[in-house]
């Protein structure tokens, strides 16, 4: 297996890893009684908006040794997904919908202006126009990363990513904070302006952070950068080599 590809397959292993813990605490550690139990509003916190809570604290450690509040909170999960997922579908049926007003108002201009030969012949020929503006979904893996800020190098193998619009699913290093994240490429580690950047908020799964954000690489040439992250309340980034294809 090559790095690339365990880079891409490390999400999954890490979600069989968290799997794996949890059939072990369901068996293992039965509370039918709930001694020392995490209430339910808590367990929804840490499910829905687990920045609210301080996950370090040592009490937490109680649902790695409870099957029942593992239980609930594998519960809270498939509620708190299906739910998000209803709201993808409708995003996404709204987003079909502009998406084709959009067609439709380019197709009327086209005509409009002599038609589509004429569009054709005459739309700007940079590069960008031949790339897909559709997004393609990445996984990008720093959790193995080691606290790496300018001057250090990352210990994680290079990010390589295309020349597209990247939907990426980042997993943060591990016990990164959860929040705001400004997300961008750069030559350096020197604060030169970004080559492209993009906010996104981290949400606290467990031991990482999952950071979703979508990146625009078409006006990118291809070579060697550094992906960097900062975090709202800590203006220091963190970089990682990054390869674009
Ligand atoms: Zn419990």
């Known amino acids: 297996m090559d790095g690339r590809q365990s880079f891409l397959q490390d999400d999954d292993d890490d979600s069989l890893l968290f ?12 509370n039918p009684e709930r001694k020392g139990c995490i209430d339910h509003a808590t367990l929804e916190t840490w499910v829905y908006s687990p920045r609210k809570l301080d996950l370090s604290d040592p009490k937490y450690l109680h649902v790695l040794k409870c099957a029942e509040c593992t239980r609930e909170l594998i519960d809270l999960r498939k509620q708190r997904d299906a739910r998000r997922k209803a709201q993808i579908g409708n995003q996404a049926a709204r987003a079909g919908n502009w998406l084709w007003a959009g067609i439709a108002a380019v197709l009327a201009c086209a005509i409009a202006i002599g038609g589509v030969a004429y569009w054709r012949v005459h739309s700007p020929s940079s590069s960008v126009a031949t790339i897909p503006a559709t997004p393609i979904a990445l996984a990008i893996d720093l959790s193995q990363a080691g606290t790496t800020r300018g001057g250090e190098t990352s210990t994680v193998p290079p990010v390589a990513l295309p020349r597209r619009v990247v939907a990426a699913h980042i997993l943060l290093p591990y016990f990164s904070p959860g929040g705001k994240y400004v997300v961008s490429v750069t030559m350096d580690k020197d604060g030169s302006p970004a080559k492209a950047e993009t906010t996104g908020t981290a949400n606290v799964n467990g031991f990482h952070a999952d950071l979703a954000v979508t990146l625009d690489l078409r006006n990118l040439p291809q070579g060697t950068y550094y992906l960097a992250t900062t975090h709202e309340g800590d203006r ?6 990054l390869t674009v294809r």
């Open 19 to 30: 799997e794996k813990l949890q059939e072990h605490v369901l068996e293992r550690y039965p």
């Open 236 to 241: 220091a980034s963190y970089y990682y080599p």
